[in-house]
């Protein structure tokens, strides 16, 4: 269910959602953003009224020290980088590539953000990153996957950024006047429904699937199960 607030273009709650098991996620429980930074002061007003109780930012220090949100710093934004400062760019020519990259590189943190969403007693977390596509969709799929919601549904969700974020990708590529760079820009800023079909296709081969790859990065049993009584009860 896409949310009206105000500076964002791409920000829903992804409650409704149904699983495999005739169940559906519960609605004001998980909402998925592009940065917040975005957001006017309607748009602040509009996230205070949607019963956020933790904000869940997945970009860099670099990042946020560029562009804080109106939530930066406060008790209820919590950082999440889903990459270690020390780690080298991961030079990478394709999307889909550049996240495999990271979820190998670091199963730890991409753990830790799943682990946050958990632990969150009531009220919305939020999850977000600068559009709200790679970063957030990985983290958005892995919590989906383990609440039991099926990949087509994931796939779907996953596949919405594409049309929110469209006019803003023409608007980049319009900007640019240097067209040999376009092809670049849309790899990296494009979401496509089979860069995030790919990336699970990854984590079943290579290590028994979403929540195998979760344990693999130090979620226990405990915090499998808080995250599924958070998300669907």
Known sequence: MDLDWPGCRNVRDVGGLPTTDGRVVREGVLIRADSLQYLNPDGVEAVRRSGVSRILDLRGDGEVAIAPTPFTGTPLAVRQSLADPADPDHGQPTIIAACIWMLDKRPELFAAAVKAIADEPEGAVVVHCHGGKDRTGMVVALALSVAGVGEEEIVADYYLTQSRLAQWLEEQLAEEL????????????????????????????????????????????????????????
């Open 178 to 233: 240097d067209v040999a760079k376009h092809p670049e820009m849309i790899e990296f800023r494009d979401t496509r429904a089979e860069s995030i079909v790919a990336i699970l296709r990854h984590l079943d081969e290579n290590y028994g699937g979403p929540e195998a790859y979760l344990r693999h990065g130090g979620l226990t049993d405990d915090d499998l199960d808080k995250l599924r009584a958070r998300l669907v009860g």
